[in-house]
């Protein structure tokens, strides 16, 4: 298979060519424009009960779409919100995505949501998060540009700028200083990180935007 990544890092979007026979998994909607004769199905990624327990707490679609082409063809894909789409290869190996970051697959990537805490429950961003296994290509997206950063000890992160992060970095939540700056800071809870490996941070949050807005959509 091969693809293409255009756009980055304001308005990425992705294109693959598909062989005869191959086949290709993205998010539901995605799909911007395709060659025609694609064969489009939906399916359950990892089965019903998965799927619908990614639906329900990570927020990812139920179904994702298989295509396929029976001589070849190629399918472009855009995320749902402006930002920098990425690509990762696993090799027998797992990734770590943040809720809403997943947009496409090869099929020999197993998706497999994992919950964050209790204390997760609390913040804005969620509290579960996307294991990616197996061996294959992966795509995801971000809302911004994606800053690349090496872990080697600890990092504090807002959680809406975390997009993903390696397998060697673990993390806990946490509230930001005393009591009274976690409520009128406005920082909330943050994700401290520790262990070694790299994470990919997104430099805009879909919640800052939110109340950009806010004041300009008050009648």
């Not at 598909?18 to 359950?44: D, I």
């Amino acid at each position: 298979m091969e693809y293409s990544i255009e756009g980055n890092p304001d308005y990425g979007q992705l294109t693959v060519q598909l062989t005869e026979g191959e086949k290709f998994f993205a998010e539901g909607g995605a799909m911007a424009w395709m060659s025609n004769e694609v064969e489009l199905k939906g399916r359950m990624l990892g089965g019903f009960f998965k799927a619908l327990w990614r639906k329900m707490v990570a927020g990812e679609s139920l179904f994702v779409s298989e295509y396929q082409h029976p001589s070849g063809g190629s399918v472009t894909l855009t995320p749902s919100v402006p930002g920098t789409v990425l690509q990762r290869t696993l090799n027998d190996e797992s990734f770590i995505l943040t809720a809403g970051s997943f947009m496409a697959c090869t099929p020999g990537i197993k998706l497999k949501t994992r919950f964050g805490g209790w204390k997760a429950f609390f913040s804005r961003e969620g509290a579960f998060v996307i294991e990616c296994s197996g061996t294959g290509e992966l795509f995801y997206n971000s809302f911004g540009a994606v800053l690349e950063k090496d872990v080697d000890g600890s990092l504090t992160v807002d959680n809406g700028h975390v997009v993903a992060w390696e397998p060697g970095l673990d993390y806990k939540i946490k509230k930001m200083g005393s009591l009274k700056t976690t409520l009128f800071s406005g920082e909330g809870l943050v994700m401290e990180f520790s262990g070694s490996g790299k994470i990919y941070l997104q430099t805009r949050t879909l919640n800052g935007l939110s109340k950009w807005l806010t004041p300009f959509s008050t009648p």
